[in-house]
Nanobody, 123 residues
């Protein structure tokens, strides 16, 4: 089993920025497509961004496209999500996940999940 640990969440004012990090145990995570999801209270977990094994191909939800960047460093087995121009509707628990199928927007396609990190954006 792959262990994923998120960090970097916190409280930020609207218009601010955060960079979320996800560290993976072992070396197997470097062979997976990696994704970020988020879940607000009372809502279903939704897709945010995904990145291919090589890091060349990325995919974003419309809600964050143009103001978020996903990247990875396979040597360090780390995935980042840079979020700029944050809005109150971005408030959620953010999870990183590993997907062997590749670049899926469905949470059901992912095999491993981190514990989540809270992002709160104030008005």
């Amino acid at each position: 089993q792959v262990l994923l640990v998120e960090s970097g969440g916190g409280l930020v004012q609207a218009g601010g920025s955060l960079r979320l990090s996800c560290a993976a145990s072992g070396r197997t995570a470097s062979t997976y497509t990696m994704g970020w999801f988020r879940q607000a209270p009372g809502k279903e977990r939704e897709f945010v961004a995904a990145i291919s094994q090589s890091g060349v191909t990325t995919r974003y939800a419309d809600s964050v496209k143009g103001r978020s960047t996903i990247s990875r460093d396979n040597a360090k087995i780390t995935v980042w999500l840079q979020m700029n121009s944050l809005r109150p509707e971005d408030t959620a628990v953010y999870y990183c996940a590993a997907d062997r199928l590749g670049m899926s927007t469905s949470r059901y396609a992912y095999d491993f999940w981190g514990q989540g990190t809270q992002v709160t954006v104030s008005s």
